[in-house]
């Protein structure tokens, strides 16, 4: 089965821009979740969907960052303006059931790079 | 205190070597752990749950100790391959909120 996948893989943009960024789930996962690593610092949950609704949002840093999730299928995040500690990578992850299990592990994307400067 | 603590390292091990990481966490009512592998510049990867009777997968295992509050990670006979940043997590709340640790990073050497 084709993974999570996240597009851009880096992404270079200066300080007030825009950027948006763009996760497909594995076909079939409900559950979809962006996580965020600072350099340096331990990767951070930022929000959860379930199908297209925000389960919990409770990590986004400000209200700066928007995600979305229409029709329940891909997602995107999107970053505006951008400020430099928006910089480091942003995973997207996927797994059909929330409560954490082996047989229902996390699968991540290979997350994008943003750089702001 | 940190939720989940860990000793980013660097481990450096010859190739052969047994090599064990711990994590701490600080939450009591935790009881949902996993090790993810994290290669340089890739996505992490499960792999494996931590059971509280402790578990083997191979040349590793897991086990965890609720009085210390602190889970293991043991890997035996260390292969170049297994060089790569070991994070700790808690899942308790589910992976709505998981909490990951830092990361120890293994070299394995030849």
């Known amino acids: 089965e084709a993974g999570v996948t996240q597009f851009p893989s880096h992404s270079v943009i200066e300080k007030g821009q825009t950027v948006t960024l763009r996760c497909d789930p594995i076909s079939g996962h409900d559950n979809l979740y962006w996580y965020r690593r600072v350099m340096g610092k331990e990767i951070k949950f930022l929000l959860h969907f379930v199908k297209e609704s925000k389960q919990d949002e409770s990590g986004m840093p400000n209200n700066r960052f928007l995600a979305e999730r229409t029709g329940g299928t891909y997602s995107t995040l999107k970053v505006q303006p951008a400020e430099l500690e928006d910089s480091g990578v942003y995973f997207c992850?996927?797994?059909?059931?929330?409560?954490?299990?082996?047989?229902?592990?996390?699968?991540f994307g290979n997350g994008t790079r943003l750089t702001v400067t | 205190r940190k939720e989940v603590e860990q000793d980013p390292g660097p481990f450096n091990v010859p190739e052969g070597a047994t090599v064990a990481f711990n994590c701490t966490y600080s939450n009591s009512a935790s009881q949902s752990f996993f090790w993810y592998r994290q290669d340089c510049r890739k996505e992490p990867k499960l792999l494996m749950s931590?059971?509280?009777s402790g578990n083997e997968d191979g040349r590793f295992t897991a086990q965890l100790n609720r009085a210390s509050q602190y889970i293991s990670l043991l890997i035996r006979d260390s292969k170049l391959s297994d060089s790569a940043t070991y994070l700790c997590?808690?899942?308790?709340?589910?992976?709505?909120?998981?909490?990951f640790g830092i990361g120890t990073k293994l070299q394995v050497i030849p």
């Open positions: 931590v059971y509280s």
């Open positions: 992850a996927s797994s059909q059931e929330a409560t954490s299990s082996y047989n229902s592990p996390l699968h």
């Open positions: 997590v808690d899942a308790r709340r589910g992976y709505q909120k998981v909490t």
